[in-house]
């Protein structure tokens, strides 16, 4: 298995192509789920009187969700990192702005610099052996007090695995259960603030989306949201 650098340069000129390749299925584009992740985000943060002024977009890919970011959110700075430098270079041609950081390092990112560290669809990419790695690197990157937006895919939506099959660069993937998920965030020290399913009708469905707030503390949505917090010190500990 070649590892997610690799994959994802190859698939940087047609990703989004290649993305919606799978998302047919769900009769919806690549932005509607974008727009629908970060409208919920964005609720959840104002119920929390959470400012977010700078965040980090770990996984940018190609840069799909930065416009999102600023627009739903209110940030006024939005770094980019990932793995791929071909995906990197079509985020900074895409969006060349000032407001806009891109960068393949990890080594780049300051310490305790972002309100929000913003991750979709990223982790079921990372090694096994390295995703308690990331979370201790995100968790760095926050300021205290800082909140960290897990977005997955649900490996026990059978919705979400079909897609997932259709789609070139998600295929060997090895999805994270919620359970997992929580674990590992609990272990990296943050505290878990909301946890929501997401997406649970495509748009044959439509009429009854409707229900998917209620439905949201069900495990069986197609993705799903952890929403958790670095502690401050002085509060939390």
């Given at each position: ?15 989004n ?20 992740r970060l ?30 970011l ?21 985020a ?31 982790f ?21 007090g ?9 490996p ?21 259960s ?13 505290v878990?603030?909301?946890?929501r ?28 949201l952890i ?11």
């Open positions: 298995m070649q590892d997610a650098s690799t994959t994802f340069d190859l698939a940087a000129d047609n990703y192509q290649q993305l919606q390749q799978g998302l047919t299925l769900s009769g919806e584009s690549a932005d509607f789920f974008v727009q629908g409208s919920y985000l964005a609720e959840l943060l104002r119920a929390r009187a959470a400012e977010v002024k700078t965040v980090l977009d770990f996984g940018c890919g190609v840069g799909n969700a930065a416009p999102a600023r627009s739903l959110l209110g940030a006024s700075h939005v770094a980019g990192l990932d793995c791929s430098h071909a995906s990197i270079q079509c900074r041609q895409r969006f060349p702005e000032s407001c806009y950081q891109w960068s393949a390092d990890s080594n780049s990112i300051p310490d305790t610099s972002f309100d929000l560290v913003h991750t979709s669809g990223v079921h990419h990372i090694p096994l052996a390295e995703r308690d790695d990331a979370l201790s690197d995100i968790y760095g990157w926050l300021r205290p800082g909140r960290f937006a897990f977005f997955e895919n649900n026990w939506n059978p919705g979400t695995r079909l897609v997932m099959s259709r789609i070139p660069f998600d295929r060997d993937a090895i999805c994270l919620m359970l997992e998920s929580r674990r590992r965030l609990r272990k990296a020290g943050f878990l603030e909301a946890v399913s997401m997406f649970f009708f495509p748009k044959a469905l439509g009429f009854l989306r409707w229900m998917e707030r209620p439905l949201g503390y069900s495990p069986l949505g197609a993705q799903y929403l958790c917090r670095k502690p401050m010190k002085s509060l939390d500990e």
